[in-house]
């Protein structure tokens, strides 16, 4: 079974430019989950779809930050403008959905903003 | 601030023994655990799970123990190898049917050979 692909691997840009990020979950999985994990931390949750809806967005920097998952598939988290603050690891993870179904997780898009 | 912490941010065990990776949480309501190993440039990689009608749950090598009255949660790895080294997470989950699951900041656990 192909896992969660996730590109690029690796971006590094300057503040104030736009960036963005895709993800492919595995087939046949509802719920897709964006995480940002500074390094040094564990993964903080950005936004949560279930199909092609928002399940929850609550910590998404919405000034700066957005996502989409059109057809329900694939989905892309943008940033613009980027902030220095904004360099982490991009996580991208995916589940059946239902109580308490396990995720999982693509490599990540490791993300330098200078 | 996140609910979910860990008591120690680095454990080096020697190749065969056991490991023990401790987590606080401090949200009652939570009602699933699951913890999660890192590697260096890799995804988190799905351990083991337990919910909270449970008070141990063993896997491959692996032990999961919940203590609800006190909210702690620890993992326990038996004969431990070099490949478990690695970055471990404890994550909780508080959305109830929404699994939301919020991460711990993580014990990076070296073995040594």
């Known amino acids: 079974e192909a896992g969660v692909a996730q590109s690029p691997r690796y971006k590094i840009i300057e503040k104030r430019q736009s960036v963005a990020f895709w993800c492919n979950p595995i087939?046949?999985?509802?719920?897709l989950y964006w995480y940002q994990q500074i390094l040094g931390q564990g993964p903080k949750l950005l936004i949560q779809?279930?199909?092609?809806?928002?399940?929850?967005d609550s910590q998404l920097p919405k000034d700066r930050f957005s996502a989409e998952r059109l057809k329900g598939v694939d989905s892309t988290l943008k940033i613009q403008p980027a902030k220095l603050e904004d360099s982490a690891v991009y996580l991208c993870?995916?589940?059946?959905?239902?109580?308490?179904?396990?995720?999982?997780f693509g490599q990540g898009t490791r993300l330098t903003v200078v | 601030g996140e609910s979910v912490g860990l008591h120690l941010p680095t454990l080096s065990v020697q190749e065969g023994d056991n490991s023990i990776i401790n987590c606080a949480y401090s949200n009652s309501a939570s009602d699933y655990f699951i913890w999660y190993k890192q590697e260096s440039g890799k995804g988190p990689q799905f351990i083991i799970d337990?919910?909270?009608?449970?008070d141990k749950r063993q896997g491959q090598r692996v032990t999961v123990l919940l203590n609800k009255t006190v909210k702690h949660l620890s993992l326990q790895i038996a004969a431990t190898q070099p490949g478990d080294s690695a970055v471990y997470f404890c994550a909780e989950n508080i959305g109830g049917s929404n699994y939301k699951l919020t991460f711990g900041k993580g014990t990076l656990l070296t073995v040594n050979p």
């Open positions: 779809f279930q199909n092609n809806g928002v399940v929850d």
């Open positions: 993870a995916s589940s059946l959905g239902g109580w308490n179904t396990e995720a999982f």
């Open positions: 087939s046949g999985h509802a719920t």
């Open positions: 337990i919910r909270s009608n449970m």
